[in-house]
T-cell receptor, first 113, second 115 residues
Framework: DAGVTQSPTHLIKTRGQQVTLRCSPKSGHDTVSWYQQALGQGPQFIFQ???????QRGNFPDRFSGHQFPNYSSELNVNALLLGDSALYLCASSLAGLGNTIYFGEGSWLTVV | AQSVTQPDIHITVSEGASLELRCNYSYGATPYLFWYVQSPGQGLQLLLKYFSGDTLVQGIKGFEAEFKRSQSSFNLRKPSVHWSDAAEYFC?????????????FGTGTRLTVIP
């Protein structure tokens, strides 16, 4: 049983460009969340998708957007990249509802130059 | 608003010694509480979680944590540390209202284990 898988694992982008990160949730999971982890910091919640809709959003600008597909996989898009967007982007999946364990992928390292 | 404080940025212990990592949270109601571990270049692995019931929670790899409502704490403990425990440890709080799918993390404690 594959866990949460993310792609790509590493990428380098130039300031002002756009990036798309992808996530496949753990088998059977229907809820996907995205987190940003800057170097030396804890992960910060970006947003959560359930039933192909954004259900919750953290304190991130509209440059950060996402999508969830019918097979529950998800994409994170970041437009107009800034140097400060350089971070590890973590995808997490779970079953909807209280008390369900959240599983994390190994992340996508984004460097903006 | 939720917040999590991990007051120790870096802890060094000898292999075989006991370990306690501190975590204090701020939340208006009874929270869900979690400890995750992150090895270099890896994602987060769940060590244990507290939702309700017994305030002493057992996790994987011999870790345990105790929820103390009066102190707003959820400290992580291990009686005997192994070299493989060296990693970054994150405490997190999940809001019940949000179905525990939205986690607020502390800034982490880096554990170094010396022979």
């Amino acid at each position: 049983d594959a866990g949460v898988t993310q792609s790509p694992t590493h990428l380098i982008k130039t300031r002002g460009q756009q990036v798309t990160l992808r996530c496949s949730p753990k088998s059977g999971h229907d809820t996907v969340s995205w987190y940003q982890q800057a170097l030396g910091q804890g992960p910060q919640f970006i947003f959560q998708y359930y039933e192909e809709e954004e259900r919750q959003r953290g304190n991130f600008p509209d440059r950060f957007s996402g999508h969830q597909f019918p097979n529950y996989s998800s994409e994170l898009n970041v437009n107009a990249l800034l140097l400060g967007d350089s971070a590890l982007y973590l995808c997490a999946s779970s079953l909807a509802g209280l008390g369900n364990t959240i599983y994390f992928g190994e992340g996508s390292w984004l460097t903006v130059v | 608003a939720q917040s999590v404080t991990q007051p120790d940025i870096h802890i060094t212990v000898s292999e075989g010694a006991s370990l306690e990592l501190r975590c204090n949270y701020s939340y208006g109601a009874t929270p869900y509480l979690f400890w995750y571990v992150q090895s270099p270049g890896q994602g987060l692995q769940l060590l244990l979680k507290y939702f309700s019931g017994d305030t002493l929670v057992q996790g994987i790899k011999g870790f345990e944590a105790e929820f103390k409502r009066s102190q707003s704490s959820f400290n992580l403990r291990k009686p005997s540390v192994h070299w493989s425990d060296a990693a970054e440890y994150f405490c997190a709080v999940g809001a019940r209202r949000d179905g525990a799918n939205n986690l607020f993390f502390g800034t982490g404690t880096r554990l170094t284990v010396i022979p």
